[in-house]
């Protein structure tokens, strides 16, 4: 079972791993595993180039509280979305591309969700590691375990947006070749994620099947 483990008792998530501090949630050192992650993140290479290209933004200009329920109705919308995909597909095709090049459907999945969890981690709280290791051979070939990891994943980001600090928000960071405040970060994974669900849809049709109803009709 994918879970994600508590902070020692005391410690806000605020409080837990970051900028140079011993992690402690599983961790494992940043190195060729961290390329690999990225690489499978497609954050390396072209992906920077262009992010680089977008030109920076220089202040963090305020945004009213109330716009935290706005984008936590976006992460449970990526939930709700990933999670139907996972349940319409038969699971005998969760290991199957829709072409030559593309992911096959349980990566597709996998990529969106440990992307939520590495930009949440990474850039909203600092830290050197992933809060959820899952056992990839598991997740790929079962439902109930894609689920638990799409469920783990969003556990966690939705906490964090939860208890994220006004004034840490409004921080400046450097995200992908760009300079904005944290709470624009949660806007960025939400396109991100929705970019990756589309092109999930590719891998019901080419199965002859009809993607999962739309969220509200």
Known sequence: MVGIQEPQAGHSLRGQPGNGCTPRWPSASWGAWQLALLAGLGLLGGGVAIAQQAPPIREAFPMPPEYRDIQLRAQQAQRALLLSMVDSMPEQFYRT????????????IHHAVNANQYIVSHYILGWDSLPLRPDTTRIFNSRVALREFVNASYDFSIRVLQ????????QLIWYFGQKMPKWMVWDEL???????????VANFR????PPPSFLYF
Do not use: K, L, P
């Open 190 to 200: 939400n396109q991100h994620t929705i970019w990756t669900a589309g092109q999930i």
């Open 206 to 209: 080419s199965h002859g099947m």
């Open 163 to 170: 208890e994220e600090a006004t004034a840490d928000r409004q």
């Open 97 to 108: 591309a829709a072409a030559d090049g593309q992911r096959d459907f349980a990566q597709q």
